[in-house]
């Protein structure tokens, strides 16, 4: 069960990405591939609705605090996304659309680049997990000493790559609300187009695991120290 929803979620990461790409697809297509998206993100929630009744019950460490503050965004995010999409539709929700003004289009485009931030960090929260059952599906559950420093190397290279990627695909500027004139060449390099974009949420989901995982090795006292 835990293996078809990691799957389900990573089809998931995919298709976001790939509703980015509009320009490649068309208006159809992207309409089409937003609405699977969010029809996987409504199970994505089902299936993990327990972890919404241990939010009061248990008390947050600065750690969990960042992850729910990070669902939290990511949740708000979304439904702007939904919101927006509904609104400017053209195919999909025609009928239901609204003349929508130039403004919610821009939203739609702008916040698309900072839901694709926290869908990085989210993933970072919870690689971990990922990393278990991926192990566990490839018989993979004991530890290997070169296996560990191939994935070392592989997310390294990841995480350089999406550095120069941030950059190259100008996910800065448009963090920013502000327009990047450079649009990207999709008859030339499709396939470039997803490198660039699945290294980008790689890189945030190592930066988030990584950062957590010294968080954690830091000792108690300080710690504490730095939270008063």
Known sequence: MLRSRILLDFIAVLLFVSAMAYWA???????????????LLIAHNVFNQRWYGTVRR??????????????????LSMMI??????????????????????????????????????LG?????????????????????????????ALWVMVAAVAVKGAF???????????????ALDMWDFNADMIGFFVNYLSIIGLLAALTYY????????????????AQ
């Open 25 to 39: 697809f068309g208006n159809l297509a992207h309409e089409v591939i937003g609405t699977v998206f969010f029809a």
């Open 165 to 179: 990627a941030m950059r190259e695909m100008g996910i800065f500027t448009r963090l920013r609300f502000q327009y």
């Open 58 to 75: 248990v008390r947050p460490d600065p750690v969990r605090l960042f992850n729910m503050v990070i669902i939290a965004a990511m949740a």
């Open 81 to 118: 996304l939904l919101v927006t999409s509904i609104l400017i539709s053209k195919d999909v929700f025609a009928a239901v659309a609204l003349n929508a003004a130039f403004a919610v289009r821009a939203a739609h485009m702008f916040v698309a680049f900072w839901a694709l931030v926290f």
């Open 211 to 226: 950062s957590q995982r010294i968080w954690r090795s830091l000792p108690r006292r300080i710690v504490r120290g730095k």
């Open 121 to 149: 960090v989210h993933l970072g929260t919870r690689w971990t997990l990922v990393m278990t059952i991926a192990g566990r599906a490839f018989g993979f559950a004991k530890p290997n000493l070169l296996r560990a420093w």
